[in-house]
């Protein structure tokens, strides 16, 4: 199972990447679409995620199931968006800075977001 575990989380993290790699490119581009990086890398992330959890609680390996929930909607809401206008021609600035918003929330939600120590 660990090989699984970590195999899921480079495909984890090759969604995020590819989500936030795809809103990057149009930074400097007037006119901001949802491209094929965004749409595959949230549904990639997001699926993965989903698996990597899945893979952890068969594990029994404890989880943060408040934070787990955080990421899980954050990402669905990302998800959601990046489909609802994924065949349209051009996307609001502000609907682009929120994607992007998003996704670094969603990161600085994983990595902040620590158990507390007792």
Do not use: Y
């Amino acid at each position: 199972m660990d090989l699984l575990r970590h195999v899921l989380l480079v495909i984890h993290l090759l969604g995020f990447a590819a989500l936030f790699g795809g809103l990057l490119v149009q930074g400097r581009e007037p006119v901001k679409r949802v491209n094929s990086l965004m749409r595959d890398g949230a549904g990639t992330a997001f699926v993965a995620g989903l698996a990597l959890v899945g893979v952890l609680q068969a594990d029994d390996v404890p989880v943060d199931n408040a934070k787990i929930a955080v990421k899980s909607i954050i990402g669905l809401v990302i998800l959601v968006l990046v489909m609802a206008n994924v065949r349209k021609e051009r996307i609001a600035n502000g609907l682009w800075a929120l994607l992007l918003l998003l996704t670094v929330a969603n990161v600085c939600v994983a990595i902040f977001w620590s158990p507390a120590h007792s």
